[in-house]
């Protein structure tokens, strides 16, 4: 079964800082990319950031550069997000996605978490 299961979302004073993860299981995670996409209630989902399967940085959404780090660890089959200066318009449910390769389209994606909430207050 696959799956892809975020952690490390919550409540956070504007300024600050967290660190998502995202663990992968049941595929070959070492020759995927894996992508962070968030959407706000009513609004659009948009591609946060995707690293692909040689570990590059493939893109950051303009909002969040830099702000926002993706990396991954294949030995923990995990990707990371870490977000730093948070603003309250970074509140939204953050998911992280797979596909062969990287791509800002969230259509493109076969492999979807359930999402983390991350709430930001000012």
């Known amino acids: 079964e696959v799956q892809l299961v975020e952690s490390g979302g919550g409540f956070v004073q504007a300024g600050g800082s967290l660190r998502l993860s995202c663990a992968a299981s049941?595929?070959?995670?070492?020759?995927?990319?894996v992508a962070w996409f968030r959407q706000a209630p009513g609004q659009e989902r948009e591609g946060v950031s995707c690293?692909?399967?040689?570990?590059?940085?493939?893109y950051y959404l303009d909002s969040v550069k830099g702000r926002f780090t993706i990396s991954r660890n294949n030995a923990k089959n995990t990707v990371y997000l870490q977000m730093n200066s948070l603003k309250p318009d970074d509140t939204a449910v953050y998911y992280c996605?797979?596909?062969?390769?990287?791509?800002?389209?969230?259509?493109?994606?076969?492999?979807w978490g359930q999402g983390t909430q991350v709430t930001v207050s000012s």
């Open positions: 690293i692909d399967s040689s570990d590059d940085t493939i």
């Open positions: 996605a797979s596909e062969r390769a990287c791509s800002v389209y969230d259509s493109e994606y076969d492999y």
């Open positions: 049941g595929f070959t995670f070492d020759d995927r990319a």
